[in-house]
Nanobody, 125 residues
């Protein structure tokens, strides 16, 4: 079992920045593919970015060049640095973990095994 807790969400003006954190506990954090997903009101949940234990990353097209995913395996923590935020980035952001180290996992094509409770990000225009 893996427990995930997100933090760092909040209200920011368009063009601003936020850094989300995801603290993991339980099984060995470094063995898991980690991902950030988001869900806006009335929309489906979507992958924002994912990272393998070795640091390989995958980003959704709509965040490339603006967001950076990273992880610190020694601290059991994953991060999402979000820059140049837009109003359309407003959503609940979820941290997730999955033990299947596959292309499908890093592309967000599978249902991740473990999820955090989510943190609200609101970007005002």
């Amino acid at each position: 079992q893996v427990q995930l807790v997100e933090s760092g969400g909040g209200l920011v003006q368009a063009g601003g920045s936020l850094r989300l954190s995801c603290a993991a506990s339980g099984r060995t954090f470094s063995n898991y593919v980690m991902g950030w997903f988001r869900q806006a009101p009335g929309k489906q949940r979507e992958l924002v970015a994912a990272i393998t234990k070795g640091g390989s990353t995958n980003y959704a097209e709509f965040v490339k060049g603006r967001f950076t995913i990273s992880r610190d395996n020694a601290k059991n923590t994953m991060y999402l640095q979000m820059n140049s935020l837009k109003s359309e980035d407003t959503a609940v952001y979820y941290c997730a973990a999955d033990s299947r180290v596959t292309i499908a996992t890093i592309r967000g094509l599978v249902e991740y095994e473990y999820w955090g409770q989510g943190t609200q990000v609101t970007v005002s225009s």
